[in-house]
Structures are given as C-alpha cells and as structure tokens.
C-alpha cells in the first residue's frame, strides 16, 4: 500500500477536528474523501502533508512512517498538496509559478518535458504563460497549481476541492483533465471534494467522514447505490 492512514486524530488548538480516521490509498489508486463542511477533510489532508500536528494514529507512505515529519520532509518523499485556495504566488509568471513545483529535481529536461505536458493539457496556462499568477482567473490558477504540484514529479496528488468556487463548466474541464493526467501518468490521488459527482468521475474508492471520523468507505459503485449517501451527495 503507497500511503496508509490509521486512526489519527488531530486538532486546532483545544478544538479536536478528526478522530480515528483510516484510509488507504494504493499505488496508481485514486481514492476520495467526501463530507459536509467541518466534517474533518481539510485537516486530514493537512495531517497527512505534515501542516497539523497528528497525536495519535498512524501515516505511513511508502512504508516510512511520516507522522511528526515538517511538510518539506513529506513534499520530498513524495506527496504534493495542492491546498485549498490554490496557493498562487501573484507576482510570479505561470511559467515562474509552474517552475517552483520542480525546485527539488535536477533532471532539467523531465521538467521542461512535464512543463509541456502541463501545457498541453491546460491550453489556457500556454496562453497565459507569461501572465502573472495575479491575472488568472480561479479557473486558471487551479490549474497553475495542480501543474505545480505535478512538477515536484510525486508519487501522490492531494486535491483539496478542485472544484471549489468554479463555475460548473470550468469545474467539470479541471476534472476532466484531473483524469487524464491520472490515466496518463499512473499517478496516485487523494481528492478532497464536496461535488462527489465529479469527485466519482476520478476515483474509484471514496471514505466518507461525519465529524472528524471516518464513518463509511466502498468503491464508487457501491457508494452510488447506497441511498443515504446519493440523496447527501449525489443530489438525488
């Protein structure tokens, strides 16, 4: 298994957010996490990537135990985050904000090949190429950022909420190459999303947290036939 979770919790402050929350992700997998606001999908991620401190529980990713590890140690062993909010740096050109994705590597042409395939799978960043990150739409800087997080070349992707305040069309075009870069590259994901029919268009398990715990998990299948989980996240 490339990245296990087991049990952890974690909080802000004296407030606990999750609570014995497990899941698994496979190599080559692409599993999600759905919930309700607050339900604790955030912090997991954040968990996972190091930014929140775990006391309890169990991560491990490639084997390695990664629980306690600063963020940059995750990043190097393996797992871009692209954070909720996108993380655009503004004064950097989409060329400049794609390039800090790969300050890691020294493999100088696999990132110009990747940067052309970032390119080539997001038109609209080879038209603003030279344009600041400050200049994109929402649409274009989640792009910006999943092409950033890709150039770290990580075994693992984690999204949060790719989808999050896009237009329903510019939301289902990220999704849709979302997709094909999986089925591209054979990268893992991690996807964080409150849409789960666009989140289904990606993964093929989801895990299902109710405040802070993770209460449900099965194939995207199963999980479409469970009639309390369409009715809350399926619209019907």
């Known amino acids: ?37 607050g339900a604790g999908k955030t912090t997991t991620l954040r968990a996972i990537s190091g930014t929140v401190r775990v006391p309890s529980g169990t991560i491990t990713f490639k084997g390695q135990d990664i629980r306690g590890k600063r963020p940059e140690e995750v990043a190097a062993l393996g797992i871009s985050h692209v954070p909720e909010g996108r993380g655009t740096l503004p004064n950097l050109t989409v060329e400049e904000n794609l390039r800090v994705g790969a300050y890691l590597r020294k493999d100088r042409s696999g990132i110009e090949t990747d940067i052309a395939f970032i390119l080539e799978l997001f038109p609209n960043l080879k038209r603003r190429f030279t344009s ?51 089925l591209e590259t054979g990268i893992a994901m991690l996807v964080v999303e409150q849409n789960a029919n666009l989140a289904f268009s990606v993964v093929d398990t989801a895990v299902v947290l109710e405040t802070g715990r993770s209460v449900l998990s099965g194939s995207t299948a199963e999980l479409r036939g469970n009639d309390e989980i369409r009715r809350a996240y399926l619209g019907g």
Do not use: C, H, W
């Not at 999943?146 to 999050?164: M, Y």
């Open 1 to 37: 298994m490339l990245l296990e979770v087991s049990g952890i919790t974690a909080a802000y402050g004296s407030v606990q957010v999750i609570e014995n929350v497990s899941l698994s992700v496979g190599e080559g997998a692409a599993v999600g996490i759905l919930g309700a606001n």
């Open 132 to 182: 600041n990150g400050s200049a994109l739409s929402g649409g274009e800087q989640q792009m910006m950022a999943i092409g950033r997080a890709f150039l770290a070349k990580p075994t693992l992707l984690v999204l949060d909420e790719p989808s999050l305040g896009l237009a329903p069309s510019t939301a289902k075009d990220v999704y849709a190459a979302i997709s094909r870069l999986r």
